[in-house]
């Protein structure tokens, strides 16, 4: 059985609110494929439709080529399916939660646990407390491994990270990479940008539609402006400032400092080394003081801003 995943065409509206608008994308056997987006891209509509939750308005999709409507009942039996919001039941302790979950699909615990041991040994030392007293990150790790064990082929993954510490998100991710070298097809949505690193190729969605798919640095390799981290110490004065620079072309918040994109056209006339002395200049005139200004190489989120 082919272990891919293949969206064509695929539209799905709420209303009159369109939350899928034709997307079409090919999951290859044995990927780690990311969707990223923020809330509202989309990303959970199309997890629902390749879960056999929802139809589609149009279109078709198939999961380890299986068709999501037509073939149902057998999808369900060969994936595993982390949504968005921690589902299990928070009244049964972990131990029982493993257990139900693998009666469900007539396995058990013992006969899989080559395959979650990694994962289980760091939550074993609580499997006897309620699913609904772990922490944020040992519930994730609890759900991974009830959707891991009746030994999917397809693994669908709805922001498994959202809400969890960074550790938890980092050690989460290296469980992914574990899981992938053993030939399981993954396919992974996250509102972080940073996580699309540990992705082989990506999708950037937003407003029910791709902006851009392939491979993170196939992505990045797409933005061809030249961008500046900037600092001062008037952080909101120096982003409405560095906006209204005649050379800007955009300019966002970045953590602690401001990613500048210059346009295309403000290098023709001179080198970036006079540019950089302009801005400055231009900075010191509307009293900044301790600037900061230095070129950089476009992340994901950069790419998405840009898009």
Known sequence: MRNDIDIEGVCRSYGGVRALQDISLHVRPGELFGLIGPDGAGKTTLFR????????????????????????????????????????????????????????????????????RDIYVQIEP????????????????????????????????DEPTTGVDPVSRVEFWNMLDHLKAQGITILVSTPYMDEASRCGRIALMRDGQTLSVGTPSQIRSMYTRSLWTVRSSAMFPLLKDLRAFPATWSCYAFGDTHHLALKEEALT????????????????????????????EPGIEDCFMAL
């Open 126 to 157: 609580f499997r006897k407390r309620r699913a609904g007293k772990l922490s944020g990150g040992m519930k994730q790790k609890l759900a991974l491994c009830c959707a891991l064990i009746h030994r999917p082929e397809g693994l669908l993954l």
């Open 269 to 296: 006339n001179g080198t970036e080394e006079q540019l950089k002395k302009d801005l400055i200049a231009y900075l010191q005139e509307r009293k900044h003081t301790d600037i900061f200004l230095e070129k950089i």
């Open 49 to 116: 439709i390749l879960t056999t939750l929802l139809l589609p308005d149009k279109g078709k999709a198939s999961v380890c080529g299986l068709d999501v409507v037509r073939d149902m009942a057998r999808i369900r039996k060969i994936t595993g399916y982390m949504p968005g919001r921690f589902s299990l039941y928070q009244d049964l302790s972990v131990e029982e939660n493993l257990r139900f979950f693998a009666t469900v699909f007539q396995t058990t615990v013992e006969e899989n646990m080559d395959l979650i």
